[in-house]
């Protein structure tokens, strides 16, 4: 098996894209930590190495012991997915509790900032080196109306990487922030839950459904192995966009 020797965690991967990864990196044997506030279930294939746990990516200290028991367990970790994200709330600003603005600041980034930090620690434990992933969205690109929230992190997420790509390239890590394309988990469905005055691009999200203009978590999952382990297939920028699958 092509990465069966790799050490990975995984955030959010109680379902959605992180369920998925988790599903994609198992059949390649790889040795995997899962979390998120819900311990994952362990993924479906032939032969899994797999610790999940329960951990909030707003609790630095679960973040840490977390990596301390996958390491302790299967070695130095490789690759480190910061994919729990959420999206709520989905507002108008003028109508937006603060404290849920904040709740949502919370995760995003400082959730990201978490995974992050542990991650570059501990690779500097073992001589630098590794890959770090951080999930964006095309969010960071362009202010949502109701999306407040959600773009203003997901563009934090992208200067967050480009800074810490730049800060641990000379330790040999590797930092991308990649924006998956739409997939559709339960995060897309409160999306199209979600009234036209509290979201008024709601339309194109049913557009989309209507069309099945969806990337798989297992595409998604793919790339991300690709992006991380294949030179061939190594992005020369931070910020990546995964393509279309449908296209
Ligand atoms: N779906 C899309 O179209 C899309 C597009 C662009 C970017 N993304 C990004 O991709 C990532 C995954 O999205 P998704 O669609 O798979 O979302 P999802 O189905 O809602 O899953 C989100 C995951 O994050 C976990 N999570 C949320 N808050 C957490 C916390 N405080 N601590 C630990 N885990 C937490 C959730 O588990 P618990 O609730 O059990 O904690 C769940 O496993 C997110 O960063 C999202 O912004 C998604």
Same mark, same amino acid.
């Given at each position: 098996?092509?990465y069966?020797n ?7 991967a ?5 369920a998925?990864?988790a599903?994609?990196?198992?059949r ?8 998120a506030r819900?311990?994952?279930?362990m993924p479906?294939?032939p032969?899994v190495?797999?610790?999940a746990?329960?951990?909030d990516v707003?609790?630095a200290? !679960? $973040?840490? +012991?977390f990596a301390?028991?996958? %390491? @302790?367990?299967y070695g130095p970790i490789? #690759?480190? *997915? ?15 509790d603060?404290a849920?603005?904040?709740r949502?600041?919370d995760?995003?980034?400082?959730g990201?900032?978490h995974?992050?930090?542990t991650f570059?620690r501990h690779?500097?434990q ?14 960071a ?5 109701g999306?407040?929230?959600y773009?203003?992190?997901?563009? !934090? $997420?992208? +200067?967050?990487?480009?800074?810490? %790509? @730049?800060?641990?390239a000379?330790?040999? #890590?590797? *930092?991308?922030a990649v924006?998956p394309?739409?997939?559709d ?6 999306i199209?839950?979600?009234p ?5 691009f ?15 978590e297992?595409?998604i999952?793919?790339h991300l192995?690709?992006?991380?382990f294949d030179?061939?297939r190594?992005?020369?920028?931070v910020?990546v ?7």
């Open positions: 098996m092509q069966s790799k050490v990975a965690v995984i955030t959010g109680s379902r959605g894209i992180g998925g990864m599903t994609v990196f198992a390649h044997e790889m040795k995997l930590g899962i979390c819900r311990i994952p279930e479906v294939a032969k190495y797999c610790v746990g329960a951990v707003t609790n200290q !679960a $973040v840490q +012991r301390n028991g996958i %390491a @302790a367990h490789d #690759l480190w *997915v910061n994919n729990a994200g959420v999206l709520d709330p989905i507002n108008l600003m003028r109508d937006i603060p849920d603005f904040k949502l600041l995760i995003n980034i400082m990201v900032m995974g992050s930090q570059v690779r500097h073992h001589g630098g080196g590794g890959v770090l992933i951080n999930m964006s969205s095309g969010a690109q362009s202010g949502y109306p999306w407040s929230a773009c203003a992190s997901k563009a !934090a $997420v992208e +200067r967050f990487s480009e800074a810490v %790509a @730049a800060e641990e000379e330790y040999g #890590l590797r *930092v991308y924006a394309g739409v997939v988990t339960e995060m897309q469905a409160t199209r839950s979600t036209s005055e509290r979201f008024p709601v339309e194109r999200f049913h557009q989309i459904k209507a069309n099945n203009q969806f990337n798989t297992e595409f999952a793919e192995l690709a992006y991380a030179p061939a190594r992005p020369q920028t910020v966009r995964v393509p279309n699958q449908w296209e």
